[in-house]
């Protein structure tokens, strides 16, 4: 059974940071792209960030310059650093994986919870 367990979030004035992570646990094969998306009440559910087994990383034009997306094979965790937050970056903000298990042929998507992300004065 795999889990995707999100923390970071909170409340955060205009222009401050904030540092989420995301840990995939369980039996786990193998890990490939993980990835950050957002969603917001009546908005679809956006790409954020994204980032492959190798390190390549690609970024919502929205958060360009201002959020980095890492990740930590070996503890398989994703990391989503927001620096310069605007009030339009709130959101819940779930993290992705794409990962492979002992029991399936192929990769499978796996989603986290989710955590709130505020940007407010």
């Known amino acids: 059974q795999v889990q995707l367990v999100e923390s970071g979030g909170g409340l955060v004035p205009p222009g401050g940071s904030l540092r989420l992570s995301c840990a995939a646990s369980?039996?786990?094969?193998?890990?490939?792209?993980m990835a950050w998306y957002r969603q917001t009440p009546g908005k679809q559910r956006e790409l954020v960030a994204h980032?492959?087994?190798?390190?390549?990383?690609t970024y919502a034009d929205s958060v360009k310059g201002r959020f980095t997306i890492t990740r930590d094979n070996a503890k398989n965790t994703v990391y989503l650093q927001m620096n310069s937050l605007k009030p339009e970056d709130t959101a819940v903000y779930c993290c992705?994986?794409?990962?492979?298990?002992?029991?399936?042929?192929?990769?499978?998507?796996?989603w986290g919870q989710g955590t709130q992300v505020t940007v407010s004065s």
């Open positions: 369980g039996s786990i094969d193998s890990v490939y792209a």
């Open positions: 980032i492959t087994n190798g390190g390549t990383a």
């Open positions: 992705n994986a794409l990962l492979r298990t002992p029991t399936l042929r192929s990769a499978k998507d796996y």
